[in-house]
């Protein structure tokens, strides 16, 4: 999961960062409105975490844009503002949360976690999706009830997949997923991630494997039981 944290005061920032990284997280930061409008404009996060006292444009100002441009990426205020005027302005304007400060960090990984399941039609940490078990919160995945031992890169793809199951996704999609538009390598490198995943299902199946190429479009994620579509050519 990859996260954006809008925060300029940096020991709250890092606070946040080394709590979040601690579960697993990928953390990205930005000290004020104007970076933090370019980094989601150009990176797909699963979350941001912001703050509503910044120093160039403010919370309500950065919301209210992100939502007139169509972003829908979860946003948790969390703020030292703690009137119902304000919680109420930024869950109208569209904010999915508002925590005040000072705050539970246990708390507010818990929230981020609870959002981005919400946002993506799941309700629980575990993504079932055949005989394949993805535990979100864990980063664990299993197969047949056995656990795969994953890299964090094989993982971040499997889970990928798992929260857009169905949909067929562009090797950019998981580039942007693993390094968030950071010193990403050339786009051939998820062949590479998709085939150890292959190797380490199959290995595990006897054969079977869920991990389907559509030519010229991108992989998808579906159960050995899921009739092909038939308007893709699916290896």
Known sequence: MRLL?????????????????ADRMICHLAEDGVAALEMIRTCDYDA??????????????????????KIGTPVI?????????DKVRCLTIGADDYITKPFSRIELVARIYAIVRRTVGHFSSLITVGP??????QRCVKVFNVELSLTSKEYAIMELLALKKGAILPKEAFLNHIYGGMDEP????????????????SDITGGLNFIETVWGRGYTLKTFDEESDEESQVA
């Open 132 to 137: 394949i078990e993805i535990n979100i919160k």
């Open 48 to 69: 941001v975490v912001l703050d509503l006292m910044l120093p160039d444009i403010n919370g309500f100002e950065i919301l209210a844009r992100l939502r007139s441009i």
């Open 5 to 21: 944290i809008v925060e300029d005061d940096s020991s709250i920032a890092h606070c946040i960062e080394a709590t979040c990284i």
């Open 77 to 85: 205020v969390l703020s030292g503002l703690d009137t119902i005027e």
């Open 186 to 201: 050339e786009v051939k490198i998820v062949d590479v991630f998709i085939c150890r995943l292959r190797k380490k299902i």
